[in-house]
């Protein structure tokens, strides 16, 4: 199989930001493989993006009783995706 590559570049970086904004609140299992495909790939999170995902993991975080209901599921794979942010890079 040939695969194509890709340039990590500003504007996949910026895709990914708006891959995680999209999925904040959805309740579905593009929360898990969002988050998951964030920490698979390291190499993507620069510090422009690690700033912009923790502060609007943050706000997801702290709002989630005043915006979103039901969202435990959600709720818990958003908090371990903010601490490995914060944990690496």
Known sequence: ???EFIQIDYE???MIISA???MLGRK???VYATANFIMEHPKLIDDRVKNVMLKDLEEYLNCR???YKD???DYQVWKNLYE???NHG
């Open 1 to 3: 199989m040939n695969k």
């Open 12 to 14: 996949l970086k910026d």
């Open 20 to 22: 995680l904004r999209y």
């Open 28 to 30: 579905t299992i593009g």
């Open 65 to 67: 009783g005043i915006y």
């Open 71 to 73: 969202d435990e599921c």
């Open 84 to 86: 490995w942010l914060r």
